[in-house]
């Protein structure tokens, strides 16, 4: 099994920056990690994540340029550094891990609420 531990979220101004972490535990060898969001009355959008092998990242085009996804050297912590936030960034934001050789997340964190004010 594997734990998620989302932190890092909090009310911010539009243009303000967040760091959001996420803790992994258990069985974490070879997993893919992604950050989700879901607004509301939206559907969970997956935002960006990062491969366990060479670290390969994705972004989506809303929040390229804008938002970095990173790990420690362990692969046991993963960030998403938010910056020049908007207020359309309001979500809550879920940490998810899937194995690396499957195409979906199959463990989640509670979430954390970021909310970005005008």
């Known amino acids: 099994q594997v734990q998620l531990v989302e932190s890092g979220g909090g009310l911010v101004q539009a243009g303000d920056s967040l760091r959001l972490t996420c803790a992994a535990s258990?069985?974490?060898?070879?997993?893919?990690m992604g950050w989700f969001r879901q607004a509301p009355g939206k559907e969970r959008e997956l935002v960006a994540s990062i491969t366990w092998s060479v670290g390969g990242t994705y972004y989506a085009d809303s929040v390229k340029g804008r938002f970095t996804i990173s790990r420690n050297s362990a692969k046991t912590t993963v960030y998403l550094q938010m910056n020049s936030l908007k207020p359309e960034d309001t979500a809550v934001y879920y940490c998810?891990?899937?194995?690396?050789?499957?195409?979906?997340?199959?463990?989640w964190g509670q979430g954390t609420q970021v909310i970005v004010s005008f």
């Open positions: 258990g069985r974490i060898s070879n997993l893919a």
């Open positions: 998810a891990a899937r194995p690396q050789s499957v195409a979906g997340y199959d463990y």
